[in-house]
């Protein structure tokens, strides 16, 4: 039997697969294959390639003694256990660099929306009305944005910014990482000076419920916020308590607190909390169901990124 076998376990470009077959591995489909029968098959693997269909957790380690690496076709590592495939000298890759650019424009595009009123403004057009005061929007001119989070989509979404004359802010757990398009500031400095707040941070217990009613308190100024990163970083009461108040002046979600692990579905269950209810109704919210990064030209940068990383791991 080849001893390069690779299972893919969600579906992903016909790039991924012609790359890989080209470096030599075989591929072994597994799309709609239940978990328990993917688990009895796993001791045959040399690597994994998923995107968020299931946890990869110590269990499913533990069944795969021949894995050497574990990919995933998406920007974060959350769904698999890196801490303990890394005590097994397995290799985990991410592709952030395929979906950064997709990321950035969509940041930007859901912040002018919601400036500029376009939502509200379409869907009174389109029911015969032509109230131009009532749609009167803010221009971006002038504004000092706050990025949280400067990885590949901050710095994107601050290189996208560079057009417009607005000064960028921000903070990361990296020092000395500021460049042309973006100054580093403290988070309390950052919490100061920003107009606009956008996060773009990897899913973590540092991260979970980072924007909750403190954190908004503490922002001197009413803001706009956008969340393309991950829904759980957002405590959804607390925002919308926000929203409500005017403390918040408008959120541009890609991502909720809500969705399935597999983010697949919006729902983790069948009751949908209030909070949600006020989301999907307020005119101050434009929502996207988790497609920031979901274009037709990430599509294949992502299946390359992940091609290209595996090279470099196998040569």
């Known amino acids: 039997m080849n001893s390069k076998l690779i299972l893919h376990i969600d579906e992903n470009h016909p790039l991924l697969l012609k790359g890989l077959s080209n470096l030599g591995f075989e591929n072994h489909l597994a799309y709609t294959k239940p978990l328990e029968k993917i688990l009895i098959d796993l001791p045959n693997y040399h690597g994994i390639v998923i995107r968020s269909r299931f946890p990869i ?10 894995l050497k690496f574990i990919a995933r076709v998406g920007a974060g590592l959350e769904n698999i256990d890196t801490a303990y495939a890394h005590s097994k000298n397995i290799s985990t890759i991410a592709a952030p660099e395929g979906n950064r650019n997709a990321v950035g424009e969509q940041a930007l595009g859901m912040l002018l929306g919601l400036m ?22 803010w221009e971006l001119e002038g504004k000092t944005v706050g990025i949280i ?5 901050g710095k994107s979404f601050a290189k996208k910014l560079s057009g417009f004359d607005v000064e960028v802010i921000f903070h990361d757990i990296k020092t000395n990482i500021g460049d042309e398009n973006a100054q580093q500031v403290s988070l309390e400095e950052l919490k100061k000076r920003a107009q606009i707040l956008s996060l773009h941070i990897p899913q973590s217990t540092d ?4 924007v909750n009613q403190q954190f908004i308190a503490e922002m001197k100024n009413s803001f706009w916020f956008l969340n393309t990163a991950r829904g759980k970083a957002v405590v959804t009461d607390e ?10 002046l408008g959120a541009g979600l890609d991502v909720l607190e ?6 697949h579905s919006i729902l983790n269950d069948q009751n949908p909390p209030k909070a949600l209810h006020y989301l999907l109704t307020s005119e101050k ?3 996207s169901p988790h497609i920031a990064g979901w274009t037709f030209e990430s599509h294949i940068k992502l299946a390359q990124t992940i091609v290209d990383k595996i090279a470099n791991l196998t040569n």
Not at 123 to 130: A, D, E, F, I, L
Not at 207 to 210: D, E, P, R, S, V
Not at 258 to 263: C, D, L, R
């Open 285 to 287: 919210v434009l929502l």
């Open 57 to 66: 957790d110590k269990n499913f380690i533990d069944l795969a003694p021949k």
């Open 239 to 248: 925002l919308v308590a926000g929203l409500k108040s005017g403390k918040i």
């Open 116 to 137: 500029n009123k376009l939502r509200q403004a379409h869907s009174t057009v389109q029911k015969g009305k032509w109230q131009r005061e009532a749609h009167r929007g």
């Open 258 to 263: 809500y969705e399935s692990s597999s983010f």
């Open 149 to 153: 989070g400067y990885g590949n989509t």
């Open 207 to 210: 991260t979970n419920g980072l």
